[in-house]
């Protein structure tokens, strides 16, 4: 009869028995999906476990994660604690964005806000925003609790810049 050409590993196991190699490649990719949206809650519960941690009020606070995006949806009570939890989530390993659907009960100016780059102080900092390298004290308690000494930042970590208003 001769040679006959099949493409290997398409068809059923022996008899029937056992699953294709795309079928079990399908079940693999979706226990995998299944265990990163676990990991996500998991993340996504533990962020707002350490928000409240700090105590940063946020009535009907939600974070959730898919990917490296964190969306964030609450009532702030005012606009720096929505700040800070912003940069609670933001410096967190793992997130690149983040969504910010809070609200603001009280309304206050917006800051602005500073990367964090190589060699950087707060005094430098301070100097560069308000012309003044000793209000690096402002810099700091805009930040705390995320903040707990002066010297700990790192470079890529995004701080709060509070006007002097």
């Known amino acids: 009869m001769g040679l006959f ?13 056992g699953k294709t190699d795309a079928e079990e490649a399908a079940e693999a990719a979706a226990e995998a999906t299944a265990r990163k949206l676990k990991q996500e809650e998991a993340a996504a519960r533990k962020l707002e476990e350490t928000i409240t941690d700090l105590q940063l009020q946020v009535e009907g606070l939600n974070v959730f994660i898919d990917d490296d995006v964190a969306s964030i ?14 940069l609670v989530v933001g410096n967190s390993n793992g997130i690149a964005t983040v969504d910010d659907q809070m609200t603001v009960e009280h309304e206050e100016p917006v800051a602005q806000f500073h990367t964090v780059a190589s060699g950087d102080t707060l005094g430098k900092i301070a100097k560069a925003y308000y012309g003044n390298a000793m209000k690096y004290p402002v810099i700091f308690e805009a930040n705390k609790p995320m ?4 010297d700990k930042i790192y ?9 002097l208003d």
């Open 147 to 150: 903040l707990t000494h002066p």
């Open 5 to 17: 050409s099949f493409i290997k590993n398409a068809g059923a196991k022996v008899f029937g028995i």
């Open 73 to 86: 949806s609450g009532l702030a009570y005012n606009q720096a604690t929505r700040e800070k939890v912003v």
């Open 155 to 163: 470079p890529g970590q995004v701080l709060r810049i509070p006007s």
